[in-house]
Structures are given as structure tokens and as C-alpha cells.
């Protein structure tokens, strides 16, 4: 099964940076779209950034211009880099992707795979 393993969240001052990373792993899979996702206490999950596997990004509007993401196809990751950060980013930050498992040189139908969430703290 493909797992999802983020790391470099933390607690960061406002107007500060941070970057997330995101490796899958889990045998033989072929990756579709992967991004990043959040979830503020009391709100529901939202979209942050993805990317295609092509290289094509989609932002929400609260990030553009703050925000880059970016993966790396042969090493089967995806990175968050955060600029300018606010205190109203805080959230925990959960990787996406959809993933397709390879059985016997196949691929199989994809599955949404989600980590399990990083915090993000901005706060002074």
C-alpha cells in the first residue's frame, strides 16, 4: 500500500518561512496529481496547492504569491514552500496524492492516499 510521509513542519514567527516535504513510498506505484491540503481547528480541510504530474501547480487564492509547490517525479516527492507566512496559515498540513499500485506490471485503478498531517504554528 503507498504511504505518505511528511516532514519540516514547526512553529514559525509571522512574516517567517517554512518548507514541507512529502515522500511516498510503498513498492511499485505510479503518481498522478499530489499536493497539500490543511486544516484549521474548527474548519474544514482545505485545498493549499497541487501539483499534476506534469508540473502544472493550482493554488488556493489565500496562498498565491506565498506559496510554491513542487515535486520531484523520480524521487516521489512534493514540497510546500511557505513565505510570508501569517498567523491564519496555522493549520495542520496533510500531503496528498493519487496513487496507482502496479500488480504484476499493471497498473491498478488509483486511491486517494493522505499522511498524517504536520502542524504548522505561526505564531509570535
Known amino acids: 500500500q503507498v504511504q505518505l510521509a511528511e516532514s519540516g513542519g514547526g512553529l514559525v514567527q509571522p512574516g517567517g518561512s517554512l518548507t514541507l516535504s512529502c515522500a511516498a513510498s510503498g513498492g511499485l506505484f505510479s503518481l498522478y496529481d499530489m499536493g497539500w491540503y490543511r486544516q484549521a481547528p474548527g474548519k474544514q480541510r482545505e485545498m493549499v496547492a497541487t501539483?499534476?504530474?506534469?508540473?502544472?501547480?493550482t493554488y488556493a487564492e489565500t496562498v498565491k504569491g506565498r506559496f510554491s509547490v513542487a515535486r520531484d517525479i523520480a524521487k516521489h516527492t512534493v514540497s510546500l514552500q511557505m513565505n510570508s507566512l501569517r498567523p491564519e496559515d496555522t493549520a495542520l498540513y496533510y500531503c496528498?496524492?493519487?496513487?496507482?499500485?502496479?500488480?504484476?506490471?499493471?497498473?491498478?485503478?488509483?486511491?486517494?492516499?493522505w499522511g498524517q498531517g504536520i502542524l504548522v504554528n505561526v505564531s509570535s
Open positions: 496528498y496524492a493519487e496513487a496507482s499500485r502496479i500488480v504484476g506490471g499493471i497498473a491498478q485503478p488509483y486511491s486517494e492516499v
Open positions: 501539483v499534476t504530474s506534469t508540473g502544472s501547480p
